[in-house]
Nanobody, 120 residues
Framework: QVQLVESGGDSVQPGGTLKLGCVVSGSIDSIFAMAWYRQAPGKQRELVASLPPGGGSYIADSVKGRFTISRDNAKNTVYLQMNSLRPEDTAVYYC??????????????WGRGTQVTVSS
């Protein structure tokens, strides 16, 4: 079992910055990938950024150059640094973990989400 708790969501003006955090607990050693998703009202949940098992990171085209995903293993925390925020970034942001001994039988875990609102 894995538990994820997001924090850092807030209301900011366009051009502002936020840093989201996701604290991971439980069977941490079983996790092989972490990701951030977001879902705006009336839209499907979309992948924003991820830390795949092979290393490196994936950043969606819609946020590339503005968002960065990182982790601090000592704090069991994954971060999403968001710069130059735009109104279209407004969404609930969810932390995601994939865990298991292999990809096909993996389990997915989700946090409750944290609201990010970008408006003037």
């Amino acid at each position: 079992q894995v538990q994820l708790v997001e924090s850092g969501g807030d209301s900011v003006q366009p051009g502002g910055t936020l840093k989201l955090g996701c604290v991971v607990s439980g069977s941490i050693d079983s996790i092989f990938a972490m990701a951030w998703y977001r879902q705006a009202p009336g839209k499907q949940r979309e992948l924003v950024a991820s830390l795949p098992p092979g290393g490196g990171s994936y950043i969606a085209d819609s946020v590339k150059g503005r968002f960065t995903i990182s982790r601090d293993n000592a704090k069991n925390t994954v971060y999403l640094q968001m710069n130059s925020l735009r109104p279209e970034d407004t969404a609930v942001y969810y932390c995601n973990a994939a865990a298991g001994s292999d990809y096909e039988s993996r389990s997915e875990y989700w946090g409750r989400g944290t609201q990010v609102t970008v408006s003037s």
